[in-house]
C-alpha cells in the first residue's frame, strides 16, 4: 500500500471539487482552462497523495479528511 503524507495542493482541490460536483475530466479542462491531460495528471497525483484509487474513492476519502466539504460542491 502507497503512503504519502503530503497534502494535495489548492489547485488540486479545485480539480477534485469539480470532479466531485460530477464534472468529467474535459469538463474540468474547460472549466479551468486547462487541458483534460493535465486534470489526469493532477487526479493521479491526488490519488496517490489520499492512496486511493479510483474517483469515487478519492472524492469520499476527501471528505473524510475534511479537505472539501459537501457545501464547496
Known sequence: MRR???QPTGRE???LRL??????YEEVGQEL???E???QTCMSRI???LDTY???????????RNLITLQEI
Do not use: C, D, P, W
Request: proline share 0%; no cysteine; net charge positive.
Open 4 to 6: 504519502n503524507k503530503r
Open 13 to 15: 482541490l479545485q480539480i
Open 19 to 24: 470532479v466531485a460536483a460530477g464534472y468529467e
Open 33 to 35: 482552462f486547462i487541458t
Open 37 to 39: 491531460s493535465t486534470v
Open 47 to 49: 490519488m496517490m497523495k
Open 54 to 64: 479510483n474517483r469515487q474513492q478519492t472524492v469520499a476519502e476527501a471528505l473524510h
